[in-house]
């Protein structure tokens, strides 16, 4: 089946309003004429159904081989309800060699390293046997028969497969925006990630190592309060628990010293040291991050299984690149694309009102329910067996401060397509065992920001990412670009390491491991804005990550 071969057949579908999956729009390109098997379809189809099914086109194509004629067995010819011919275009035959999708690797020279996740390899398919005539034939029908039952058998199997979702808050938020809210999102950080640390050093209290007597070993669990350096270059850092606070200082000279300009404020951290004569001050020996141990090993499926992980669609948006999206649609429902299963989205389906000043100039669709309308019809291209997993980002019609709820009511019954399952911002999903933690990444802004070029930057976003996974959370510093909701509960902390970190909101694209854990930015759908040129960004857009969830490799997909 060729990808233009699938277009057609997934435009005319969605074009009447209805969503087909992979096998349905197999069945009906490699028949003997598809266009007829097509209109047999539409024709029988009822008008209150949303999705293609199977059995219909097989009772179709039945039909339409005993004819033989096109006529779809009841003596009339291949046209629409009002009477006009069919225009569909050229339809491929069955015979039709597959395509191959146009690939990147993410490894040219123009594009950073994946950061020592190893490069990513490039999935084409395989040539066919060197056949002649009749061989060739029986080859190409054995091989059409195989994959119909590959198809029909996985098809089973998706029938039988979960999608396990933790950390959604939506629906639970319990901020009031009082004092005592933000006092207690604190403890909560304190204390979860504290836990973490405690083992690591011998903890006391501030109160408690403010009376030790000099000279004395003393360790700390707190949130970084300040960073400040001194006349003589060294570094006071300000540790603060819920017994009050207490000055650590790195001597310019020591080892930890680099780590200081890692540091963000209100991160969870622990330090160890001796005392000075006075008591006042703790001279820093040792200091630790939640961060994710170097003994990970990280869960794979058991089966060769893929996700696609995209990001930042900007539907609505006069630069949103409608036809890279279309492509990538049409092709999840090719042969290539076989064993893509899950479809995970973090954040920003659409452009959004009001979002940023004088945004009104760069908006192809004004009205925000508009947009989300415009979203689920391109999202209706995409097969309809896809397991669909969206959260939403800072462009979306939910509130700005994180942790975002998932969309209402009315926002989720306008993205009906395939019946998404729609979560906060950030939530993890669990597929075929492989835990997700989706982000949409409004914190990378502030971490480029506070962080050496070297260590965080857009050109290299999963860099960023990394700071992220060492300090165990999405969004450790309150007060800055980052808007953060006082809750009861941290809901942007890492309490458990995910095997993949998935992010957006920077339109960059860059992958790599972090202590095993895959940190991945998908990039975005969306070409560069007046905004990105004053700003000289310019976006990775028009790409498609796709994961293999058995070995955790990455392929980049490219359709701009």
């Known amino acids: ?274 005392l000075a004569d006075d008591a006042g001050i703790a001279f820093v020996d040792s200091m630790y991050f939640p961060d994710v141990p170097r003994t990970h090993e990280p869960s794979t499926a058991d089966r060769p299984v893929q996700a696609a992980l995209v990001s930042d669609v900007h539907v609505g948006s006069r630069e949103f690149m409608g036809e890279a999206w279309d492509a990538f649609a049409d092709w999840l429902h090719t042969d290539a694309a076989k064993r893509v299963e899950y479809l995970l989205i973090a954040g920003d389906m659409v452009e959004g009102v009001g979002v940023y000043p004088g945004q009104d100039e760069e908006l192809d669709i004004v009205d925000i329910y508009d947009q989300y309308e415009a979203f689920n019809e391109r999202l209706k291209g995409v097969p309809g067996d896809l397991e669909i997993v969206m959260i939403p980002g800072n462009h979306d019609a939910v509130r700005l401060a994180e942790p975002q709820p998932g969309f209402d009511e009315e926002l989720r019954g306008i993205m009906s397509a395939h019946d998404p399952r729609i979560v906060s911002n950030p939530a993890t999903v669990t597929v075929e065992g492989v835990s997700v933690l989706m982000y949409h990444g409004r914190s990378l802004d502030e971490v480029i920001a506070e962080l050496p070029a070297e260590k965080a930057s857009y050109d290299e976003p999963h860099k960023a990412m990394y700071q992220l996974l060492k300090k165990r959370h999405v969004a450790p510093q309150f007060g800055g670009h980052t808007r953060l909701a006082p809750e009861e509960k941290d809901h942007l902390l890492m309490e458990e390491v995910p095997d993949v970190f998935h992010t957006g909101h920077v339109h960059k694209l860059g992958f790599g491991k972090y202590h095993g854990v895959l940190a991945i930015n998908s990039g975005c759908w969306q070409s560069q804005t007046d905004f990105q040129k004053r700003n000289n960004i310019q976006p990775d857009a028009g790409f498609a990550p796709i994961v293999d969830l058995d070995t955790l490799d990455v392929t980049v997909q490219k359709f701009s």
Do not use: Q
């Open 1 to 274: 089946m060729s990808v233009e071969g699938a277009a057609r057949i997934v435009r005319e579908l969605t074009s009447r309003g209805y969503n087909a999956d992979r096998e349905t729009v197999a069945m009906i390109a490699d028949s003997e004429r598809p266009a007829a098997v097509l209109e047999r379809v539409l024709r029988e189809t009822p008008e209150d159904a949303l999705v293609i099914r199977p059995e219909l086109v097989r009772s179709a194509r039945a039909a339409v081989d005993r004819a033989g004629d096109g006529t779809g067995g009841d003596g009339r010819s291949d046209r629409s309800s009002d009477g006009s011919e069919r225009r569909l275009g050229p339809m491929p035959d069955s015979g039709s060699a597959p395509e191959d999708p146009s690939v990147s690797t993410g490894t040219d020279p123009e594009r950073p390293s994946d950061g020592g996740g190893g490069s990513p390899v490039e999935t084409k398919g395989s040539e066919p046997p060197d056949v002649d005539g009749e061989d060739r034939r029986e080859t190409e029908s054995e091989s059409r028969v195989a994959d119909r039952e590959t198809v029909e058998r996985e098809t089973v199997e998706r029938g039988d497969r979960e999608v396990e979702i933790a950390g959604d808050m939506t629906g639970a938020s319990t901020g009031t925006g009082e004092y005592r809210d933000f006092v207690a999102v604190f403890r909560d950080r304190l204390d979860r990630l504290g836990s973490k640390l405690k083992g690591r050093v011998n903890h006391r209290p501030a109160s408690a190592i403010g009376s030790m007597p000099g000279g004395s070993e003393a360790g700390m669990v707190g949130l970084v309060n300040d960073v400040r350096s001194t006349a003589s270059g060294h570094w006071l850092i300000e540790l603060e628990d819920a017994t009050g606070t207490f000055p650590w200082l790195v001597m310019k000279d020591r080892e930890y010293a680099g780590l200081v300009d890692e540091l963000l404020f209100d991160e969870v951290l622990a330090m160890e040291g001796t």
